[in-house]
């Protein structure tokens, strides 16, 4: 089975951090037998074509090197919003990859196309589909779909792009209802499949040992993240527990005056950036991984929250607000505890609960349980390939 993946961010590297979990999922599904072909934009010292894994990459270059600023940064949205300029590199973007897309497909023969994000990539495979009739499967990461609460006009420009697509992935119940409630997809049409983590990185791991105190918060330190809830529960906390933010961003100056007029300064470690195999010594060090995320204005919340797969697989015990895709990983009493999101005072209640070591026991026990079942590598890679599998045997 032949195919080829349409994004407009794919990692440049197997340690590169922009978007890890699309080699995590590549590798998982190539194991399988599928032959993956990857078109992405190109990027300042980036070669256009290369083998990474067992796959290859292709890239398209929208302008002259040193104007390529829209991909790799994880914000593309907000430069295309920024000033004239970045909406005529996008302009230039969407043109390159379209015409590099049906040059693609005119000279390979590929069963499907998976998309990841349905803009830009997305809308450029719906346009490429009026002259090639390769069928192709979106997947919804989460931030693509939360935009269109932003800018509700766009909505009619997603709409086809979704009810074209052979079929539809998003990557948590929360993302997946929200989906087709907004284009009034069937259920037969969406499917849950989630990205996966690197095992490797973050091995099935006992706790370090029941009724700990030791918490530990990792994320970009914005507004929406909820690590000031965190900080208020702290200072609700009897003083041998202690917490480990791991985290950059512009909340971190307001952060550190909450923990001073709290006067809880001297509990709370910072660490703004770990290597990756340092990120799996501080979680084995630690008992308790807190994810207290909010709504914005927005809409925006934690599409899913990834980092609690880490996190649960690490055996740390989990606690999470009842927010977004986040209540697909924490389910209540059963793999961890969840507290209604904003709210430090049922937070402090949660994080108590865990100085019992039977319950903490139980609730590491069911986490990783349904790790295995839901989450894993093998899991998710075995649910892509049915989906491909099906998308070809019978088409739409």
Known sequence: MKVLTLTHVFPRTHEDAVAPFLWNYHEAVAHLGVEYV??????????????QGTWHVQRFQYAPEKWERLAYTGQMHELVLKNLWNKVLFGAYMAT????LCRI?????????????WIPSGFIMYLASFFHRTPYVITTHGTDVFILKKFPLLTHIARPVFKKAARVQTISTYVQDLTMNMFSLPARKTLRIPMPIREEQFPLSPPRFYGGTKLLCIGRLIKR?????????????????????????????SLSE???????????????????????????ESDIFILPSLTDWKGETEGLGMVLLEAQ?????????????MTDIV????TGFLFPEGESNALAQQITRYRCQDTHRA??????????HFYSRTAIAEQTYAMYQDICSHGE
């Open 331 to 334: 389910i209540h009493e059963e």
């Open 225 to 253: 993240k909820g690590v000031h809830v965190l900080v208020e529960s702290l200072a609700l906390l009897p003083p041998e527990y202690e917490l480990t933010i791991v985290g950059t961003g512009p909340e971190e100056t």
């Open 38 to 51: 990857v078109l992405a934009p190109h990027q300042a010292g980036l070669s256009p074509c290369e083998k």
């Open 97 to 100: 990859c379209f015409f590099k």
């Open 313 to 325: 697989r690490m055996g740390l015990a989990l606690i999470a607000s009842n927010s977004g895709g």
């Open 363 to 372: 609730m590491v026990e069911g986490a990783q349980k349904r790790y295995e």
């Open 258 to 284: 909450q923990m001073k007029r709290l006067k809880v300064e001297h509990r709370i470690r910072h660490i703004r950036q770990l290597s990756p195999k340092d990120l799996s010594t501080i979680m084995g």
């Open 105 to 117: 497909l005119r000279k390979e023969r590929f069963d499907l196309v998976h998309v990841h994000w």
